[in-house]
Structures are given as C-alpha cells and as structure tokens.
C-alpha cells in the first residue's frame, strides 16, 4: 500500500513524467513477459535489445501520444455517463486507434531497420489484421476505461493492456 500512495503522490506532483515513465515500464516489462512466458527464450536467449526498444517506445511514443489523445478526448466529451463513456470510445475507436497503428507500426519497422520500402509493404500487409484484431478487445476495455477509470489512471490501464503484444514481435 505505501507503494501506491507514493505512485499516486508521485502522480498528482508530476503527471506526464509518472505517467510517460509508467508507460515506458509497462511496455518494458510487457517485452519481458512476452519474451519469458509466451515466447519462452529462457534469459540467455533474451533480447535486451528488444525489451529497451519497446521500453523507449513507451517513453517517447505510446505514454505521451495516448496519455495527449485521451486528455483532447476528455475536453473534446467532457463528463463520465454511460453515453459519454460511448461517445468516447466509438471516437477514440474509430478516430484514434487507425491512426495509432498507422505510426505505431511503422515506428517499430524503422526501429528494426527497415527500408522505408520494406515498412511501408510490412504495413499495408500487417495493418489490416492489426486494426481487426485490436476491433476484438479495445471497444469493451475502452468502455470500461472511459466509464470506471479516473482521467489520470487511464493511460496506465491502457499501456498495461497493449505492453503485452504475443503476435507482436520486433
């Protein structure tokens, strides 16, 4: 418990930098887990590499790009109603996730080396299932995330769900 008090503390004095740190942790230790537990690598055969490249992708892309978007979010439908909840999610859905994927994606080819050529055919190829596959999960995480979750804890939750990616290999 004293550990939460100190996040949340460490939260309401400093927002973005907890909650871009907390993103880049997230994801960092997604990358463990994934490489650990569904891969099963064994720590010989972890890729540092990859776990510091999806750390730094938390840090500098996914924490402040997603904790941004649902701060616009919350003044574009201000309020926290089941319609309001809604709203936000067929906008954030519909809107937000297309275009999220749309530089996510290719942000992790250009980290891998990809050519701008090789990246651009990885995802016309990778975006279609990407987008349908996220269609499977993020509408009701989103829902509940929009209705039971305070602003401030939002990107955690979210960062925390996609920090995990099993088919997502860099």
């Not at 650990?36 to 990859?50: D, M, W």
């Not at 089941?82 to 080819?109: I, R, S, T, Y």
């Amino acid at each position: 418990m004293a550990l939460w008090r100190a996040y949340q503390r460490a939260l309401t004095a400093h927002p973005w930098k907890v909650q871009v740190l907390t993103a880049g942790s997230l994801m960092g230790l997604g990358d463990v887990i994934s490489q650990q537990l569904v891969e099963r690598r064994g720590l010989r055969a972890h890729q540092a590499g990859r776990t510091l490249t999806m750390a730094s992708l938390g840090c500098g892309f996914v924490g402040p790009v997603v904790g941004g978007w649902y701060r616009v979010l919350d003044r574009l439908i201000p309020g926290t109603t089941k319609v309001d909840a809604l709203k936000k999610m067929l906008l954030d859905q519909g809107g937000f996730a297309p275009c999220f994927l749309g530089c996510f994606l290719p942000l992790v080819g250009t980290l891998n080396g990809l050519s701008a050529q090789d990246n651009w055919a990885k995802l016309q190829r990778d975006f279609p299932d990407a987008l349908i596959t996220n269609y499977y999960l993020w509408p009701a995480v989103q829902l509940a995330n929009f209705y039971l979750v305070p602003l401030h804890y939002r990107e955690d939750l979210s960062t925390a769900l996609i920090s995990i990616p099993p088919g997502l290999s860099l």
